[in-house]
C-alpha cells in the first residue's frame, strides 16, 4: 500500500467512523465504511480497521484504478467518491468534470480506461481539477439530498466534499 493510498483512506476513515445501523441511511449497515449490503458475507460489527484498509485498497483503490491517477488530491478524491456513492458514479463525476473544464469528448461511462486516466493525469491544473471535483461532488450530494430526499445527510456530504 503506497502512501498516496494510506493518505486518502485515513481521510475516508474519518468520515466513515466505526459501526452504525442508521435506518434512513441507505448504507444499510455499516463498519468503516463497509456495508453489510455489498459485503453480506462479513460479520460487519465485528470488521476491524485494518481488514476495513484492506478491502478499501483492493476493491476501490486498486479495483478502480485511483493508484494511476498522479495527483494526490484527485485520486483521493475519486476514491472518497467511490467509497461514499459507489466506484461508476465517482468515475462518472470525474468525467463529467474533465468534460466540463477540459476538452470534452470523454464518454461518461463510469469506467476509469485510459482515455480518461489520460485526460486525468495530463490535466494542465492538477489544483485546478482537484477543486473543480469537489464542487461536482457538492452538486451531485445536493442534487440526491431534493431527489431522495435525504436532506439530513447532506452538511455532512459537504463537508466530506470539501475536505
Not at 27 to 46: C, D, Q, V
Not at 63 to 82: E, H, K, Q
Not at 103 to 127: R, Y
Amino acid at each position: 500500500m503506497d502512501a498516496k493510498f494510506l493518505q486518502a483512506v485515513e481521510k475516508t476513515l474519518g468520515f466513515e467512523g466505526g459501526y452504525a445501523n442508521d435506518p434512513a441511511d441507505p448504507g444499510g449497515e455499516t463498519n468503516f465504511g463497509i456495508s453489510a449490503r455489498a459485503y453480506p458475507h462479513l460479520n460487519i460489527k465485528a470488521l476491524t480497521k485494518q481488514a476495513a484498509i484492506e478491502i478499501y485498497y483492493r476493491d476501490y483503490w486498486q479495483a478502480l484504478g485511483c493508484d494511476m491517477i498522479t495527483d494526490p488530491a484527485v485520486a483521493g478524491g475519486v476514491f472518497d467518491m467511490a467509497v461514499n456513492a459507489g466506484p461508476v458514479a465517482a468515475v462518472r463525476l470525474l468525467q463529467r468534470t474533465l468534460n466540463r473544464i477540459g476538452p470534452d469528448g470523454l464518454a461518461e461511462d463510469g469506467k476509469l480506461g485510459i482515455k480518461s486516466l489520460e485526460a486525468a493525469n495530463e490535466f494542465p491544473q492538477p489544483a485546478l481539477l482537484a477543486a473543480e471535483l469537489k464542487l461536482s461532488r457538492i452538486a451531485y450530494y445536493v442534487d440526491l439530498a431534493i431527489k431522495k430526499g435525504m436532506g439530513r445527510f447532506l452538511a455532512g456530504w459537504v463537508r466530506r466534499a470539501l475536505a
